[in-house]
């Protein structure tokens, strides 16, 4: 009797679990469809030729927005552990000064693939002549769990592991506008470019949650059954 108690409690258990996997993956389905209704409509909007205001990210956050200034070649940033297609790399975050600001901003100059001997940073150089640019307002990419910073080298480019603006600061010991500009594929001066929106499309969200919604029934047809096999038992 004790042994059917407790695994009714363990069903019970696992059906909540699975109810709530579903719930929560058709909330992360209505986010990500926010996230890539905010892409499209943005893309379809003209540029803007100034700098968008730190606190108004969210509301510009995809914009395109083209500025003229200089790109600093000598502190240069590299974010370590971003993929593409399985081979790992870096991004490029280039320090731009818009000739309009007193700030700085980071450009993403797109991605690298990293040497085997991790000793070895890939060459990233870049003209420091005036020129536009071109490109999408958008937030450091975020990891799924808090990540230790790495030490500071000293040297540059400095290879940074899912920073904040802050830590990028301090590196930089200057003024940073709390954005990056992810440069579109069409200007010069960058690596691999195929920006999309950092959200999976809400249909996988979608089949995901009928996955566990799947599993939430099949235990609950399981514990009916059982249900009637143990009072036929008793009767």
Known sequence: MVNRILLFVGFALLLTLFIFLGM?????????????QQYD?????????????????????????????????SKQFLLDSMTHEGHVGYHVLTPFKPSNSVDWMLV????????????ILPQVSVGEGTR?????????????????????????????????????????????????????????????????????????????AIQWFSFAGILAVMVIVLSVRSRMSFE
């Open 132 to 208: 536009l640019v071109r490109g999408r307002a958008d937030s450091l990419p975020q990891p799924g769990l808090s990540l230790g910073e790495l030490t500071d080298s000293g040297f540059w480019p400095q290879v940074m592991l899912f920073p904040t603006f802050d830590a990028l600061e301090a590196r930089f010991e200057r003024p940073l506008v709390r954005y990056q500009l992810l440069l579109d594929a069409g200007f010069s001066d960058g690596f691999f470019r195929e920006w999309e929106p950092r959200a999976l499309p809400p249909e996988r969200h979608i089949g995901y």
């Open 108 to 119: 993403n100059r797109g991605w690298i693939e990293a040497n085997p001997d991790r000793k």
């Open 41 to 73: 409509e943005e893309s379809r909007l003209p540029a803007l030729t100034g700098l968008v205001p730190n606190n108004d990210l969210d509301e510009f956050r995809y914009r395109w927005i083209e500025v003229q200034g200089e790109y600093l070649s």
């Open 24 to 36: 929560w993956q058709l909330n992360r389905a209505e986010q990500g469809a926010s996230i890539h």
